[in-house]
């Protein structure tokens, strides 16, 4: 082993974080310990705060530090426009393009028979509720181009086909399979623009 055990596990952490390899991962360790004492147990206890304390709004399924996220709550959004995502992570990717005004409802998952995932296992009875009790409401479904955004985008239509509720899914442009929150502000803001309607 070149680095004492506990650097290497320090290490070992890092590589786990999404897009870090095996040189990252060292560059990240070694920058660590020289951190000052305050400030990383600041850190420390930042992560810790966020594990503990960040969850899904009650409404729409984002993380929030409260019962309620900064979204939903918010008067000047409209609770008619619902972009439905896979996770937060796709929210927040949204949110930065600027110029949507509606809310979002997280799935946190999708459809996906080969790994034994049901409509049941993902956050859609509740989408169903809020649906329910809005007038014309519209839903973008802004979910990645695979065979599981396919087969969830399907499930949504069918369930909401006999109400007054009008489907559109993101424009075409996408790459397939890409993950949304991995995408440029730019196609996301052209995507959401140029949103093609499905259902009526």
């Known amino acids: 082993m070149i680095y004492p055990e506990l650097l290497q ?11 870090v390899g095996e040189k990252s991962a060292e560059r990240m360790a070694l920058a660590t310990l020289e951190i000052k004492d305050e400030d990383i147990n600041n850190f420390a ?58 809310v979002y409802h997280v799935l946190n ?16 009875s509740s989408l169903v509720k809020r649906v329910d009790n809005l007038d014309h409401p519209e839903l973008i479904l802004a979910l990645k181009s695979s065979m599981d955004g396919g087969t969830t985008t399907l499930y949504i239509k069918k369930i909401f086909e006999k109400k007054n509720v009008v489907i559109s899914r993101l424009s075409y442009g996408l790459p397939m399979g ?18 093609k309607k499905i259902s009526e």
């Open 9 to 19: 596990k320090l290490i070992n952490f890092y590589k786990r974080l999404p897009g």
């Open 109 to 124: 998952g999708l459809i996906s028979p080969m790994d034994n995932i049901g409509p049941e296992d993902i956050n859609i």
């Open 178 to 195: 890409a993950e949304i929150d991995y995408l440029d502000i730019i196609t996301l803001d052209k995507a959401l623009e140029d949103r």
């Open 45 to 102: 206890n930042d992560i810790v705060k966020a594990k503990k304390e960040l969850k899904p709004c009650k409404i729409c399924g984002h993380l929030t530090e409260n019962e309620i996220c900064n979204i939903c709550s918010n008067p000047n959004r409209d609770k008619n426009l619902i972009c439905v995502t896979e996770d937060y992570k796709s929210v927040f990717s949204f949110e930065k393009v600027g110029n949507y005004n509606g």
